[in-house]
């Protein structure tokens, strides 16, 4: 049975004075997969540990379901063990003595089950995640995947009502992480288990999340689905930490003529003497021949990020940008750029509006 | 330059090979002296082979005192050891490591002799343990600790598990802060109890723990004679005899150094059954 997780206005100090979370709140629904999404030292594992009990808020509560499982302020506080979660570590923390069929059982023993009900529960959710041959190995003896999937097991097997992620594909190489990543949302999905994951690597994030919250140093910066915080980024923070290659931003007087090219003048004139104008590299085209383009500037490189082509160009003399590159630009040619999107920002890094120019 | 390389690991070398070299050389001329006739003052190197050691073999105050020694390796290893692992435990989860360790380190920095002395007081007819067993209204416990031959020698045995308790809790302290602690979360959100996380994750865990602390209290116990020379010297009769005990009366009392010195070798012959699997255990973990 999934469960909703309401986070009420927690706040977590850590002695002397750390302020590792402050005044966050959100409401993750039935059945979601939320992604806590941060640089390190946000905070993101804090507030998962929180959830799971291992930690304690100094301020707030936390609900799971229609059970308040924390209230700092009322003095209540119910042990991981009876929040009904599953938890999955990042370096996994299997139990390094015993075989995977042990360790997926283990939370089943504890629960005094009956020795053939725990057979068939371990056996069933080892099929799920296709370890059904590795049930007798230790370990030491399997791969981080592998590894990692017996994890996912014995957090699963006592069908818990939310499961938590900390940063489950961060000791996985490249090419396993993609896999990985397809696994546990199509997992997810057919479950239909409330999922918490909590990452760095905002590709993680997107390719996952139902919706992703972003933090900085405790604070929440924006919460909301993929499409939003790509399109709509809140702050420059978040414009800038989201998107690969990362967006081209720069810090302008309002007077700059990169503003008066590209016609905003008109929505910044309430917002300060500074605005923060953001271009994504993916929304704006670097090509020999362009009917409307906005600059004239000059490839100073030429490079690949993926399968796709981008080039470094100098306009006006001194602002360099990243951008799309048509497949015959090389180094050192003219080339004219087209903007399709901007995104402005006030004085104070606040988003003002995205326009198309 | 290779050669300097190698000049400078045969001069950080030499002091330990040195000191290795003159150890071989002692324990050989100790063989060679338990082979011997000296049994005086002046020393005498006649060669007699095994003479000695088939005397000490039918002597029964031999079989006497290395009972006392296996008697005292079964009842002090595994007391010390796990006590000192539950103790350890203890003090690593409540967080109240400088007192635990002020507590049990004591003891064990003081040497065996002042423990000795320290016991003899205590175990006397109107010592501290007769008094508290008194004040608990259990008279009818109290007695002469060590001089009554059914108590003495477990009466010595555990002073020394008092003493070496805070080694073993020094040991398992490293070996328990070992343990990674997301084990114990992952174990905590499954469900255990404390109780099931020390039999099931932290003991597991803590295997090497014993490795160590095992073979070194039995060789502890292998060496004793400074608390059976303080308290009781080996009385009442041989109650609390030992082979340390004997060997240094038979060598520097009644100065019959041959038969002392066979008896040291016995005494090193039991230790390199301890020391050698221990040794090749700990090979093998480490070659793995």
């Not at chain 2, 343990?179 to 039999?199: C, N, T, V």
């Amino acid at each position: 049975m999934a469960a909703g997780i309401i986070i009420d206005d927690v706040t977590k100090v850590f002695p002397p004075n750390v302020v590792a979370l402050k005044n966050v709140s959100l409401k993750i629904k039935p059945g979601e997969f939320f992604v806590v999404l941060g640089p390190s030292g946000s905070g993101k594992t804090t507030l998962l540990r929180i959830i799971a009990g291992l930690e304690v808020p100094t301020k707030g509560r936390v609900i799971i379901g229609d059970e308040v499982v924390v209230d700092a302020n009322e003095g209540i506080y119910v042990e991981p063990r009876d929040r009904n979660i599953g938890m999955v570590f990042q370096n996994w923390a299997l139990y390094p003595h015993m075989t995977a069929y042990d360790n997926i059982a283990f939370p089943l023993r504890i629960k005094k089950l009956p020795k053939d009900e725990i057979d068939k529960r371990v056996r069933e959710v080892a099929e799920a995640l296709e370890i059904s041959d590795l049930l007798y190995r230790k370990p030491a003896h399997m791969s981080g995947g592998q590894q990692q999937r017996v994890a996912v097991a014995r957090a699963l097997v006592k069908q818990p009502n939310v499961l938590l992620l900390d940063e489950p594909f961060s000791n996985l190489d490249a090419r396993i992480r993609i896999t990985a990543r397809e696994f546990v949302r199509e997992l997810q999905k057919n479950l239909g288990i409330t999922t918490i994951l909590v990452t760095h690597d905002q590709a993680d994030a997107f390719a996952v999340g139902d919706r992703i919250m972003i933090l900085k140093s405790g604070i929440a910066q924006q919460i909301g689905p993929p499409e939003e915080l790509y399109g709509k980024p809140a702050n420059v923070f978040i414009a800038g930490f989201i998107g690969d290659p990362p967006m081209n931003l720069f810090k302008l007087k309002i007077d700059h003529p990169l503003i008066d090219t590209l016609n905003v003048k008109g929505y910044i004139t309430k917002h300060g003497n500074i605005v923060y104008v953001g271009i994504r590299p993916d929304e704006a085209i670097a090509s020999t021949s362009l009917e409307n383009a906005h600059f004239i500037g000059k490839v100073i490189l030429v490079e690949y990020v993926g399968s796709r082509r981008y080039a470094k160009v100098n306009i006006l003399n001194e602002i360099s940008m990243r951008v799309l590159a048509e497949e015959n630009i090389r180094d050192g040619d003219e080339v004219r750029i087209y903007v399709k999107k901007l995104h402005l920002f006030n004085s104070n890094g606040k988003r003002i509006c995205t326009i198309n120019p | 330059m290779i050669a300097s390389s190698l000049k400078e690991k045969l001069i950080f070398l030499t002091p330990i090979l040195l000191i290795t070299v003159i150890l071989y050389i002692m324990i050989a001329t100790s063989i060679y002296v338990s082979m011997s006739d000296w049994r005086s003052y002046k020393i005498s190197l006649n060669f007699i082979g095994l003479r000695n050691y088939i005397e000490l073999f039918s002597n029964p105050r031999f079989y006497a005192a290395l009972r006392n020694n296996i008697i005292w390796i079964a009842l002090f290893m595994v007391p010390t050891s796990f006590l000192g692992l539950v103790l350890a435990y203890i003090m690593v989860s409540t967080g109240k490591e400088l007192i635990f360790r002020t507590v049990f380190l004591l003891p064990t920095a003081i040497s065996m002799t002042v423990a000795g002395t320290l016991w003899v007081w205590m175990y006397a007819s109107e010592g501290a343990v007769n008094t508290l067993l008194k004040a608990f209204n259990l008279s009818f416990l109290t007695k002469p600790w060590i001089s009554d031959p059914s108590t003495a020698l477990y009466a010595l045995i555990f002073v020394t598990i008092w003493q070496y308790l805070g080694f073993a809790v020094i040991i398992f302290e490293a070996a328990i802060k070992g343990i990674d602690p997301s084990l114990i979360e992952a174990a905590q959100i499954d469900g255990a109890s404390s109780l099931r996380i020390f039999w099931d994750i932290v003991v597991p865990q803590v295997r090497h723990g014993f490795l160590v602390a095992v073979p070194l209290l039995a060789l502890s116990a292998l060496k004793i004679f400074d608390i059976v020379y303080v308290a009781t010297r080996g009385g009442p009769g041989l109650a609390t005899d030992v082979l340390g005990y004997f060997m240094w009366e038979t060598a520097f009392w009644s100065r019959f150094m041959a038969d002392g010195a066979a008896i040291a070798t016995i005494i090193f012959a039991i230790s390199l059954g301890i020391v050698i699997p221990y040794a090749l255990i700990a090979l093998r973990r480490w070659f793995r």
